[in-house]
């Protein structure tokens, strides 16, 4: 099956997950870390990316973002990639690929999914078990938005902003998001989209995209003319 064509239009959220090459080590150690967001800073920076969430696991990376030109999240990932694989490569005297092909991304509707991907990408260390609270977790924006630790690489999206008048309630708000779990069909539908490239949001937010852009952004169905 030919590969679809990834999407990256302005203005639009994506979720974004890039993997270690057969899920191998990424960040040995906080150092690696703190080059990886030093990096992410300075190329959303320069291709006008907004990251809205993020964590850094031990062998992939999650990212919330808007880019606001056109390619600007493409490039901001080829860029961050290559710097941060010729750190590792050196560091750890190591050659060859470091990350598991290109990334993986899908188009986020704001209204209905937006805040749920917060919640599915700074919940992410508490399902592997690693911490109890997603604030025991510093390598996350977990503590920027939900506890104003502040950071000068979250932006916050518009949805995130809409959950309360001043900074206090919005906290407020958004830690109250974080009380019950994701429910597990939600997680899977959230996993399915961005590995598949599709687009996380209802049917009409899908059917908009698909006649905006000329490429289907949900499973095929049977009988549906190829290429579509």
Not at 12 to 18: D, E, G, L
Not at 32 to 43: A, G, I, P, Q
Request: aromatic letters at 12%.
């Amino acid at each position: 099956m030919a590969r679809l064509k990834r999407l990256c239009p302005p203005g639009i959220a994506q979720h974004v997950i890039q993997r270690g090459n057969n899920r191998q080590l990424c960040f040995g150690c906080d150092e690696d870390t703190v080059f990886y967001v030093h990096w992410l800073k300075e190329y959303a920076k320069q291709f006008n990316v907004q990251v809205h969430a993020w964590v850094l696991m031990t062998n992939h990376v999650h990212l919330l973002a808007t880019p606001m030109e056109k390619d600007g999240l493409s490039k901001l990932m080829q860029f961050l990639g290559r710097r941060y694989v010729q750190y590792f490569n050196r560091s750890y005297r190591r050659t060859g690929t470091l990350w598991e092909g290109r990334f993986k991304s899908c188009l986020v509707q704001s209204e209905e999914y937006l805040l749920q991907c917060y919640r599915y990408i700074e919940l992410n260390p508490v399902r592997a078990k690693m911490v109890a609270d997603p604030a025991e977790y510093k390598w996350s924006s977990y503590r920027a938005n939900a506890l104003g630790i502040k950071t000068d690489l979250c932006t916050p999206h518009p949805q995130y902003l809409a959950l309360g008048e001043t900074e206090f309630l919005r906290m407020a708000a958004y830690r109250q998001l974080f009380c019950g779990q994701l429910d597990r069909k939600l997680i899977e539908e959230i996993r399915v989209t961005v590995n598949k490239g599709m687009a996380l949001g209802n049917a009409r937010f899908k059917q908009e995209l698909e006649a905006l852009f000329s490429r289907r952004v949900q499973p095929g169905k049977p009988g549906r003319p190829a290429g579509f």
